[in-house]
């Protein structure tokens, strides 16, 4: 099975608009962050998010918040007032931190992405 | 510019030659990672370097791949008798931390192999 399942390819949405961009995950660690990434056409990885599996509150970073929801093991990040240079692949990336068995977690899963297109 | 820095960033070779990516991560950081993406994927982890020692290794570093971080500063990555499979962008991320991190990664902006 997936670890990290983003179901839309490509997305659509107005300048000035908010959109949603869906992220499922499959752990059954009780320990885990999650990620999101962003992907310009230039190729760096830009860190966008981030919210740990014992934070009680969504995380949001100016323009962007993550919808955390555990019980559901999703993870969607919500843009808000979108422009034009949001256009890009967007990633979300797991991080497993595998406390039973002593080992710190060193890598993180990503998903497929999004591609995330803005209109004017 | 201070961030992580790839190259050569592009990188043309026939099937069969040997290849060498070097990654300079952000002077302070002690992780390093080397991430392999290719088209339609998302990045696959192939292996991690804390300060000089590899600690861990994807089952995807096959053993034509060998990666080193001498001195705990670059690291390289070489891919020996490259195949066509090879192609790929390769991507290094380096960060700051201790035990289970919680920093983001800093990537740098690839090094993009074909393989003819």
Redesign the interface.
Known sequence: AQK?TQTQPGMFVQEKEAVTLDCTYDTSDQ?Y?L?W?KQPS??????LI?Q?SYDEQNATEGRYSLNFQKARKSANLVISASQLGDSAMY?C?M?E?LVDSGA??????????TKLSVIP | DTGVSQNPRHKITKRGQNVTFRCDPISEHNRLYWYRQTLGQGPEFLTYFQNEAQLEKSRLLSDRFSAERPKGSFSTLEIQRTEQGDSAMYLCASTLGQGFYTGELFFGEGSRLTVL
């Not at chain 1, 710190?104 to 992405?113: E, I, P």
């Open positions: 990290i320990s962050g990620f990434y230039s190729g760096e990885m830009i860190f981030y740990g990633f990336a991080r931190d710190g977690s060193y890598q993180l899963t990503f998903g497929k992405g």
